[in-house]
């Protein structure tokens, strides 16, 4: 059974400064999905990682799998207040319909 | 650009009344999913189709069931709901890389 684990499931983040998150998964893929939520609306598609070593940047954030590892982080750049969301990392199995997800980090920046 | 409908947006329903929640897109996809999204956790699989006429079982597909006649439209029934189906259900397509969420529909069983 594929298990995507996301820790913390809450960080607070000052303003400006730079963090990473991460999502561990634990059998093979090479699909990986990283989407945002803010309270209320529907999932916003943030990465598609399409195989290992794949890294995407979007403005602030920036994506990486390691598919050896079965790891990908997210890289946040100087926080700023609009990141404040729920951010969470799928896994693509099979069919590309099938997903499997983390529970969500909900980050929060402050000043 | 519609992307994927999902309808209603809200719905209450009683303890043991059956509905069905819509999902339609217009992009031509040929996979399409339904989650459920409780407090605290990610979504979760209920169903989900690889074509017309082809579906399959999620992770959670007990209470539910769906069809798929056309490539369109892929609705999921709740056959007799319970208050356990009380969450936000997102339908979703896929064009085998990007996957695109509908809305969300707010279901409340009490």
């Known amino acids: 059974e594929l298990k995507v684990e996301q820790n913390p499931l809450f960080l607070s983040m000052q303003e400006g400064k730079n963090y990473t998150i991460y999502c561990n998964y634990s059998t093979t893929s090479d699909r990986l999905y990283w989407y945002r939520q803010d309270p209320g609306k529907s999932l916003e598609s943030l990465f598609v990682l399409l195989s290992n070593g794949a890294v995407k940047q979007e403005g602030r954030l920036m994506a990486s799998l390691d598919t050896k590892a079965r790891l990908s982080t997210l890289h946040i750049t100087a926080a700023v207040h609009d990141l404040s969301a729920t951010y969470f990392c799928a896994v693509a199995t099979g069919a590309n319909s099938k997903l499997t997800f983390g529970k969500g980090i909900t980050l929060s920046v402050r000043p | 650009n519609a992307g994927v409908t999902q309808t209603p947006k809200f719905q209450v329903l009683k303890t043991g009344q059956s509905m069905t929640l819509q999902c339609a897109q217009d992009?031509?996809?040929?996979?399409m999913s339904w989650y459920r999204q409780d407090p605290g956790m990610g979504l979760r699989l209920i169903h989900y189709?690889?074509?017309?006429?082809?579906?399959d079982q999620g992770e959670v597909p007990n209470g539910y069931n769906v069809s798929r006649s056309t490539t369109e439209d892929f609705p999921l029934r709740l056959l007799s709901a319970a208050p356990s189906q009380t969450s936000v259900y997102f339908c979703?397509?896929?064009?085998?890389?990007?996957?695109?969420f509908g809305e969300g529909s707010w279901l409340t069983v009490v």
């Open positions: 189709s690889v074509g017309a006429g082809i579906t």
């Open positions: 992009m031509n996809h040929e996979y």
């Open positions: 979703a397509s896929s064009d085998g890389n990007t996957i695109y």
